[in-house]
């Protein structure tokens, strides 16, 4: 999984990390929290983010409001 300050990057480029820590930690679940904190986002824009792939279908939304595959 790549780590790198993303508050300012692109989102084309936030996308590629965030898709990409997915896609080779297959079960991987992160709380809103732990992934603005692993991939160094703002609460709103990576709340933003994971929505997004969320209405996508590329992540869901467990109960416990964990976001994963």
């Given at each position: ?9 692109k989102v084309d ?57």
């Amino acid at each position: 999984m790549t780590m790198f300050s993303c508050e300012f990057a692109k989102v084309d480029a936030v996308l590629d990390v965030i898709l990409g820590g997915y896609a080779h930690a297959p079960g991987l679940r992160l709380t809103l929290e732990q992934a603005c904190r692993i991939w160094s986002l703002g609460d709103a824009r990576c709340q933003g983010v994971l929505d997004a792939l969320v209405d996508a279908g590329f992540l869901n939304r467990g109960h416990d409001g964990a976001y994963g595959r």
